[in-house]
């Protein structure tokens, strides 16, 4: 289930760039418990076909944390999500820099993504939202 209409309201607001930690996890329902029930959180963005694994964005004031339930391709040692203007734009200066497996693209949750594997196995998962 994804949440678009959620991630476009939170999202809507003027940008500021910043990191996200995600966090890894294997089961988004007990992340969900957690996170939402016991640590008072709010879901600004879901994306899961299985409520099980994907992606659950958090936010609880002015913090922000997204929980990643084994997302293919991602690095397992950490993750950090970059909150940007322009995912082209870092684009652009980073591909002749460092090793991109694929170009920015649209995600069906609403965000422009792409990502990078430092030479340690983290994540660098770049996302613009869309407004």
């Known amino acids: 289930m994804v949440c678009r209409a959620a991630f476009r309201q939170t999202y809507s607001r003027s940008m500021t760039e910043r990191a ?5 996890a294997d089961d988004l329902r007990t992340a969900r418990k957690f996170y939402v029930d016991a640590l008072g959180f709010r879901v600004v963005l879901e994306a899961s076909d299985d409520g ?7 936010e609880r ?8 339930a084994p997302m293919a391709g991602h690095g397992r040692q950490a993750c950090v999500s970059l909150e940007v203007e322009s995912a082209d734009a870092y684009y652009a200066e980073w591909r002749s820099k460092v090793e991109i497996r694929q170009p920015p693209k649209d995600e069906p949750w609403g965000a422009r993504t792409f990502d990078v594997l430092d030479p340690f196995g983290n994540t660098i998962f770049v996302l613009q939202p869309r407004r």
């Open 20 to 24: 996200i930690p995600i966090l890894p």
């Open 61 to 68: 004031g002015t913090i922000r944390l997204t929980i990643d």
């Open 52 to 58: 099980m694994t994907g992606l659950l964005g958090l």
